[in-house]
């Protein structure tokens, strides 16, 4: 979930950035993670640290990230994907190798409420440490979707972009979607009032119908374009991830180009995602594998991430290193009213996977 | 009762009319069965055999031995686990020997209109991009073979020459040049031509461009070989009987480059069919190709047998009927040959 100035260039590729290795030329970790999801600092530091040299590679989709561990000897030694439903079904299949949790004292950092709940994915926290988590919404130019739909508008639902006339006047100024089926569903499932776990085809097809509407009015399904047209004013209207968005407010501030971004979870709620870090089973560096994630454990490590990143990292001895601005921020630590309607993506079997996807692909080529 | 004779080349057996003769027949079409025929039948020399093996074992290293394993994989069940897809053999109890062969991809692949139209719709992409690049790729071939020879080389050079910068970063330099605030939309909106910016990008549209500005060095090149090869002293004939330049380029010159026509198109169209990266990055959600259902089926639904499954049918809807065309060609090209001598 997060993503761009690789995707920039690299949308399906993946695109490397080794750090100088200050002394160990032997000691090395592979690391495979979203884009733009570290800061600037933080590989440089571990290296120091550690005498660890660290070769970072990224992806824009947990499907890509899951490819690769399904076809077997990825190279990598720490991975991050999304908790649910992705982390829990490859934990499920024994693609990852159990922590050895005495190589990871700053284990008692965490958040004991979030490492609780991965526990119903991840039994006994076995395999798998949170890294961050965040909500999967909505990102808006304030200024243009005010000029499309007037100043009294609600832009606080999911009906500004799902009730075809309004997704007809956004559609001059650009809508995006993330193109991930799984995000897209549970979206207009909620907006249908379904459930979001449902293991109904019928439900699945009115979701698709809900799109289908819509479908002329909706530009492009990318997961991490978005980043950049927000922020440029090419789109005024983006679903994806909270960071993003808010990584988008910072691009477009920085340009002082007078676009005014806003980050929304919609009433109707979110998806609540948390990305983990775990270690693939054939990882050849399990030891450095378990250095890093000890490393990024450290609460002045992770604090420093979730200011560059904007996304709230899952480490409670982290809090108070969090700079007030992204702490106090709506669009990052919800407040509680706004958590509770928050909810997570549903684990389901092959069928309906298939189902869902065929779904999407009818949706998206307008069929 | 006698059999009535029947020539050599067609078996006359049923089975030339149930799969396997079809196969069969087709099969011999190809060189290497022709050879090793000839080999077993002692009409071919080994030492001609060994020279002919080079690039056959280089064909079967890098093409059959592959496609073997994805036919393989076409057979078999998705499941989440590593590899992703269920074993062909297994061994059951008391040392029986399992072959399960799993038909349902293929049955998926007739009953679901999405593969149909995929790949309906990449053939007809593909088919325009070609004579797209034909219609530039021609003229550009023919000034450069008409040019003087000390500007030749530069001339191919610069068709070369943008393949010194990473294909991907040349397909992406256009999402830059065609997006609403992009360059094109800014001069066309800057000369007062629109005022509006036009939608070009994520349409089929930036998927044509895209195409066609990539592979048009693979037709100019071999139209260009073919050209300057011609003999220049036909056209002097020609002129000589009162035959004007345009009617000798229908008459003379066109139908001679028909071998660039045929190798460059052959060069555009068969990658940009399967082309992926250009309809990601250049295509909207709705141009629907054979290359984007394949990432699907790899990534989303994680099935790589039905992503197999697409890739065998694709080779054999594909490249089948091409190598056949491509032979019939040479065979008439040879006849004609024949039939000059």
Request: proline share 6%.
């Amino acid at each position: 979930m997060r993503t761009a100035t690789c995707a920039a260039f690299a949308a399906a590729m993946t695109c490397s950035l080794a750090v100088a290795p200050a002394r160990a030329a032997d000691k090395v970790v592979h690391l495979y993670n979203w884009s733009d999801y570290i800061a600037e600092d933080t590989l440089e530091t571990f290296t120091k640290e550690t005498g660890i040299k660290a070769v970072y590679d990224v992806y824009d989709s947990n499907e890509v990230l899951e490819a690769k561990l399904l076809a077997g000897k990825s190279g990598y030694d720490v991975v991050f994907p999304t908790a649910r439903p992705f982390a829990m079904r490859q934990i499920k299949s024994g693609l990852y190798r159990k922590l050895d949790k005495s190589k990871l004292p700053n284990l008692k950092n965490m958040d004991p409420g979030l490492m609780k709940a991965l526990a119903s994915i991840d039994p006994g926290n076995a395999h798998g440490v949170p890294y961050m988590w965040g909500t999967t919404g909505i990102g808006i130019n304030v200024d243009k979707v005010k000029a499309a739909l007037g100043e009294s508008a609600d832009i606080g639902s999911l009906a500004m972009i799902f009730k075809p006339e309004n997704a007809k006047k956004l559609a001059a100024c650009g809508i995006s979607f993330l193109d991930d089926q799984e995000e897209t569903f549970a979206m207009a499932l909620r907006y249908l009032g379904r459930d979001v776990a449902t293991k109904n085809k019928t439900d699945i097809d009115a979701a698709a119908e809900a799109f289908k509407a819509i479908r002329p009015y909706i530009k492009y399904f990318h997961g991490s374009q978005y980043i950049n047209d927000l922020a440029n004013g090419d789109i005024c209207v983006a679903h994806g991830y909270s960071g993003d968005i808010l990584q988008a407010r910072t691009r477009a501030a920085e340009a002082k180009n007078g676009v005014n971004i806003r980050y929304i979870i919609p009433k109707e709620g979110a998806v609540l995602w948390t990305d983990m870090m775990l270690i693939p089973k054939d990882a050849p560096n399990p030891a450095e594998a378990h250095a890093y994630i000890n490393f990024i454990m450290k609460p002045e490590v992770v604090a420093k991430i979730s200011n560059f990143v904007s996304y709230a990292n899952a480490n409670k001895a982290a809090n108070d290193l969090v700079d007030p601005e992204i702490r106090n921020d709506p669009g990052i630590y919800p407040p509680d009213e706004v958590m509770a309607k928050l909810y997570m993506l549903p684990d389901n079997d092959q069928a309906l996977i298939r189902y869902r996807v065929r779904a999407w692909t009818r949706v998206k080529t307008g069929q | 009762m006698m059999p009535p004779p029947v020539p050599p080349s067609a078996p006359a057996n049923p089975a030339s009319f149930t799969v396997i003769g079809m196969l069969w027949r087709w099969l011999l079409g190809f060189t290497f069965v022709a050879r090793v025929r000839g080999l077993a039948m002692g009409t071919v020399s080994w030492g001609r055999a060994l020279v002919t093996a080079v690039p056959f074992l280089w064909l079967i290293l890098f093409f059959g031995l592959p496609f073997l394993v994805v036919l393989k994989i076409s057979f078999s069940q998705a499941v989440i686990a590593q590899p992703p897809y269920t074993p062909l053999l297994t061994w059951a109890e008391d040392g029986i020997m399992v072959l399960r062969i799993n038909f349902q991809n293929y049955l998926l692949l007739v009953q679901d209109s999405l593969y149909w139209m995929a790949y309906l719709n990449s053939v007809r992409i593909a088919a325009i991009a070609t004579v797209a690049c034909l219609l530039l790729g021609y003229p550009m071939a023919y000034a450069i073979s008409k040019a003087k020879a000390e500007l030749r080389v530069p001339l191919l050079m610069l068709i070369i020459l943008p393949f010194w910068t990473s294909f991907l970063i040349r397909v992406y330099a256009w999402i830059g040049i065609l997006k609403t605030n992009g360059l094109l939309n800014n001069v066309l909106i800057w000369l007062g031509l629109i005022d509006q910016p036009l939608p070009l990008l994520h349409t089929e549209f930036s998927v044509l461009v895209g195409i066609v500005y990539s592979y048009l060095p693979f037709m100019v090149l071999p139209l260009y070989a073919t050209l300057s090869r011609m003999d220049e002293s036909l056209l002097e004939a020609a002129a000589d009987l009162g035959c004007r330049p345009g009617k000798a380029f229908l008459t003379i010159t066109l139908p001679l480059s028909m071998p660039g026509v045929i190798a460059g198109s052959m060069l555009v169209f068969i990658p940009a069919v399967g082309e992926f990266v250009i309809p990601d990055l250049l295509g909207g959600p709705n141009t629907l190709m054979i290359g984007k259902v394949l990432w699907t089926e790899f990534f989303s639904n994680k099935d790589w047998p039905v992503a197999s499954a697409v890739a065998v049918a694709t080779l054999l809807l594909l490249v089948v009927p091409i190598v056949r065309f491509q032979k019939a060609q040479e065979e008439s090209n040879k006849k004609a040959e024949e039939l000059a001598r």
